[in-house]
């Protein structure tokens, strides 16, 4: 019987610690996709980090108010494969980001594209941010 009880516990214990890992993806199901939002303004942090490279804007609504917006991109291992690396953006880079807009109003999206403004990148072209 003591060692039912202990089986058991141990099972629950692994379900209970890998639970986490099934649930850890997200889908898009937050975002508008039938919308594009034109997000222009300075990137104030770019996080190359899994499971999706982030980058962090402040820029001005249509109404002159700041908006702090985040917005998510591909994986890194994606990104890699479209031609970017972890020094492609940084703090203070002047951009514009078309990306989906979350549909609660918040200013997060997921990108669609994005054109450095004051730099050059890869013969003048926007980068892609997915490699599809």
């Known amino acids: 019987m003591k060692?039912?009880?202990?089986?058991a516990l141990a099972a629950f214990a692994g379900i209970f610690l890998f639970s986490g890992?099934?649930?850890a993806h997200h889908g898009v199901a937050g975002y508008d996709l039938t919308?594009?939002?034109?997000?222009?303004?300075?990137?104030?942090?770019?996080?190359?980090?899994n499971p999706h490279v982030v980058v962090y804007v402040d820029a001005k609504s249509d109404?002159?108010?700041m908006?702090?917006?985040?917005?998510?991109?591909?994986a890194p291992i994606h990104m890699v494969r479209a031609g970017w690396?972890?020094?492609?953006?940084?703090?203070?880079?002047d951009v514009v980001i078309d990306t989906h807009p979350s549909r609660?109003?918040?200013?997060?999206?997921?990108?669609?594209?994005i054109t450095f403004i004051l730099k050059v990148v890869v013969n003048g072209q926007p980068l892609p941010t997915r490699a599809d």
């Open 3 to 7: 060692s039912r009880l202990l089986v």
């Open 21 to 23: 890992v099934a649930f």
């Open 35 to 49: 919308k594009t939002v034109t997000v222009h303004g300075t990137v104030t942090k770019f996080d190359w980090s």
């Open 63 to 65: 109404s002159g108010e």
């Open 67 to 74: 908006q702090h917006w985040t917005i998510e991109f591909a």
């Open 85 to 93: 690396t972890k020094n492609a953006m940084k703090a203070g880079d």
């Open 104 to 113: 609660n109003g918040a200013p997060v999206g997921i990108t669609s594209t």
